[in-house]
């Protein structure tokens, strides 16, 4: 089964730096673009950040990007999240999720957003 | 950025009610688009994806519509299950981009 786990979620002062990670099992990690997205308590959804399987591309949020940066390890199966120069609006939990599913050169779109871990809480305040 | 809004933003219906939701994007996203349901502390859970493909194990009464600038989720027969919080997605461009939410309640 496809599991992802993430981790790292903690309290962190503003300006404060965190860096998340999420374990990844039960498909071929390094075939899938991966995803972050992240969700403030009683609000929406909101896509943070993707990666390219290989790791070569990823795109950004407009309030996220010079702060946040992804990468990811596909011996360990496990993407990540370094966040710097954090406010209280990024207080959130955190979710991984599938993006592209590429092989043979072949992207599929619909992959997108199918499987999603149960996130991770951060919180932004003194 | 693409701007997604959903109507309803909330909803009371009675079980075996049928149920629609409306999604509608400010510039046309093809069929980029996908339905998630949340429930209170669970992470969102694909329900359709490509606009109207049903995810593999979600129930037939989930069906989705749509492409370019509208699209809709129906619910044939609501079930005591099915209340929550559904969002759409469009990942055609980035920023990919959510809908505000519809919750849906019992009424």
């Known amino acids: 089964d496809v599991q992802l786990v993430e981790s790292g979620g903690d309290l962190v002062q503003p300006g404060g730096s965190l860096r998340l990670s999420c374990a990844a099992s039960?498909?071929?990690?390094?075939?899938?673009?991966m995803s972050w997205v992240r969700q403030a308590p009683g609000k929406g959804l909101e896509w943070v950040a993707n990666i390219k399987v290989d790791g070569s591309d990823s795109y950004f949020l407009g309030s996220v990007t010079g702060r946040f940066t992804i990468s990811r390890d596909n011996a360990k199966n496990s993407v990540y999240l370094q966040m710097n120069s954090l406010t209280a609006e990024d207080t959130a939990v955190y979710y991984c999720?599938?993006?592209?599913?590429?092989?043979?050169?072949?992207?599929?779109?619909?992959?997108?957003?199918?499987?999603w871990g149960q996130g991770t809480l951060l919180t932004v305040s003194s | 950025d693409i701007q997604m809004t959903q109507s309803p933003s909330s909803l009371s219906a009675s079980v075996g009610d049928r149920v629609t939701i409306t999604c509608r994007a400010s510039q046309g996203i093809g069929s980029d688009l996908g339905w998630f349901q949340q429930k209170p502390g669970k992470a969102p859970k694909r329900l359709i994806y490509?606009?109207?493909s049903l995810q593999s194990g979600v129930s037939s009464r989930f069906s989705g519509s749509g492409s370019g600038t509208e699209f809709t989720l129906t619910i044939s027969s609501l079930q005591p299950e099915d209340f929550a919080t559904y969002y759409c997605l469009q990942h055609n461009t980035y920023p990919f981009t959510f809908g505000p939410g519809t919750k849906v309640d019992i009424k």
């Open positions: 039960g498909f071929t990690f390094s075939d899938y673009w």
């Open positions: 490509a606009a109207s």
């Open positions: 999720a599938t993006d592209l599913h590429c092989s043979g050169g072949v992207c599929q779109r619909f992959e997108r957003f199918a499987y």
